[in-house]
């Protein structure tokens, strides 16, 4: 298959009643096992290289890796950079190679988001790349709180910045290690009521399963990201892996015992979503 966008994604999704897994990648090997995952289930994925994996590895590295794993796939993969805070970080992943950026002005002034997401979504759409933006600010586990999405300010966002996908604030919060968020069901439906744009959920990992389903299925939450819960597999089975074997030094060798692992996990999310 080829390099996909998130309008390429998204829009069958909403259409269709399910949602694309966006997946949090720190390296070669998750990445790779994520494509495997989306091969196995025959549906699409969206790679995502956050701001952890920027500071680690440099964008024109994760740009040839992610387009590289594309060019392989048997189906359709997006090239996303997510949480981007300013436009030039933007450009600047356009022009590794990226077909998806999402800028994050959440924490901005309405105006101010508009302004600036405008901005990178007239820039990306003259290269034929997507814009994921945010409204109301989705917080993080042990950190900052969450403040819900304004259904009105959503609408002003939606029509003022022509984003191909939107974020939004419901209760879903980052970096959760059990499944413990509260949506507001409420909220959701009078933001879908308002707008047309594909939704996102960040903080995918915290929410239950059965959820994640119901909402693919009948609402315009199409994108799920998900993090955390597939840390907790990678650093489980790497710990596993360890003991099992005392003598084993080779990170070729350890990271390749629990990629098989990686790609389960994904494949159980991805399931969770799909049609
Ligand atoms: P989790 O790590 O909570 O699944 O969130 C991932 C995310 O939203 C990345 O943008």
Redesign the pocket.
């Known amino acids: 298959m080829t390099l996909a966008t998130l309008k390429d994604v998204l829009t069958p999704a909403k259409r269709d009643g399910y949602a694309v897994a ?1 997946l ?1 990648v720190l390296g070669w090997e998750d990445a790779r096992a994520y494509v495997a995952a989306a091969n196995a289930e025959d549906v699409p994925v969206i790679l ?1 290289a ?1 701001p952890g994996c920027r500071a680690h590895t440099p964008l024109p590295v994760l740009a040839a890796m992610f387009r590289h794993l594309a060019e392989t796939a048997t189906v359709p993969v997006v090239a996303h950079l ?2 981007a805070r300013s436009v030039e970080e933007c450009e600047e992943a356009i022009r590794c190679g990226f077909s998806s950026v999402m800028f994050d002005g959440s924490q901005l002034a309405l105006d101010k988001n508009i302004e600036e997401t405008a901005k990178v979504t007239r820039l990306a759409h003259r290269s034929g790349v997507s814009v994921e933006g945010e409204i109301g600010f ?1 917080g993080y586990d042990g950190g900052a709180s969450s403040h819900g999405t304004d259904p009105e300010e959503a609408r002003l966002f939606a029509d003022g910045t022509g984003i191909d996908a939107m974020a939004i604030s419901i209760g879903n919060v ?3 290690r059990a499944r413990s968020a509260k949506l507001d069901f409420g909220l959701l439906r009078r933001i879908e009521n308002l707008t047309d744009v594909p939704l996102v959920l ?5 929410i239950p399963h059965a959820q994640r389903r119901m909402l693919a299925l009948d609402s315009k939450v199409c994108k799920f ?5 597939l840390r907790q597999v990678f650093g489980a089975s790497l710990r596993a892996e360890l003991a099992n074997n005392i003598g084993e030094f080779d990170r070729i060798r350890l990271l390749a015992a629990i990629e098989p692992s990686l790609c389960e996990a994904a494949r159980a999310i991805i399931r969770t979503f799909s049609r």
């Open positions: 966006g949090v995502q956050g997510d949480h989705v980052h970096l959760r960040h903080g995918g990992s915290g990201n998900v993090g955390t819960e």
